[in-house]
């Protein structure tokens, strides 16, 4: 059965860098998405993605994250100058159309020192 | 606004009894909704969705009823198992947006032997 998949599935950074999340969504899905989910919290959506462009975001998707789908395969989030509130599991997602069943990656567990 | 919730945090059952998740939602005009199942450490696992043109769906052991006159719905997990041990969290895809999924806070599952 196809599944998202995401690397790394953990990652240690220092507050103020760079870091970039990767995802292969599932090969014959059309939409993907980002969400994220702060430890014991529910999980918040931050960004879709269709036809090579944001077609929703989220007031926590501000000018600190960006997203790119570089290839055919991959689909990845871009977080610049982390913080230390950006420690979180971030979920990437994908689906065949809008408004069906999203599918959901293990998750990279992200934590900023 | 958009929300939706859940009525307990948590929720312990016998091994073998049925399970009852329940979430309300507060957008009377929403119209697909989907329940996740999270184990630890890993991502949302899509369980089961209903839209506004049914009130009743089942999958395997599971069935999800959809009262919209009180804006409820609900999560019924048949012979529950100590495989069912996980956070359940209701989900909506709000009208409009054909993209963004709402998460409820989700309830924790426990199995008693």
């Known amino acids: 059965e196809p599944e998202v998949t995401q690397t790394p599935s953990h990652q240690v950074t220092q507050m103020g860098q760079e870091v970039i999340l990767r995802c292969v969504p599932i090969?014959?899905?059309?939409?993907f998405y980002w969400y994220r989910q702060i430890l014991g919290q529910k999980v918040e959506f931050l960004v879709s993605?269709?036809?090579?462009?944001?077609?929703?975001k989220s007031e926590i998707f501000d000018d600190q994250f960006s997203v790119e789908r570089p290839d055919g395969s991959n689909f990845t989030l871009k977080i610049r100058s982390t913080k230390l509130e950006d420690s979180a599991m971030y979920f990437c997602?994908?689906?065949?159309?809008?408004?069906?069943?999203?599918?959901f990656g293990p998750g990279t567990r992200l934590l900023v020192l | 606004g958009e929300s939706v919730g859940l009525h307990l945090p948590t929720l312990s059952v016998q091994e073998g009894d049925n399970s009852i998740i329940n979430c309300a939602y507060s957008?009377?005009?929403?119209?697909?909704f989907i329940w996740y199942k999270q184990e630890s450490g890993k991502g949302p696992q899509f369980i089961i969705d209903?839209?506004?043109?049914?009130d009743k769906r089942q999958g395997q052991r599971v069935t999800v009823l959809l009262n919209k006159t009180v804006k409820h719905l609900s999560l019924q997990i048949a012979a529950t198992q100590p495989g069912d041990s996980a956070v359940y969290f209701c989900?909506?895809?709000?009208?409009?947006?054909?993209?963004?999924?709402?998460f409820g806070k989700g309830t924790r599952l426990h199995i008693l032997p």
């Open positions: 209903i839209r506004s043109n049914m």
């Open positions: 997602a994908s689906s065949k159309r809008g408004q069906e069943t999203q599918y």
């Open positions: 989900a909506e895809n709000p009208p409009s947006r054909d993209d963004k999924i709402i």
């Open positions: 090969s014959n899905h059309l939409y």
């Open positions: 957008n009377s005009a929403s119209d697909y």
């Open positions: 993605f269709y036809n090579n462009e944001i077609s929703e």
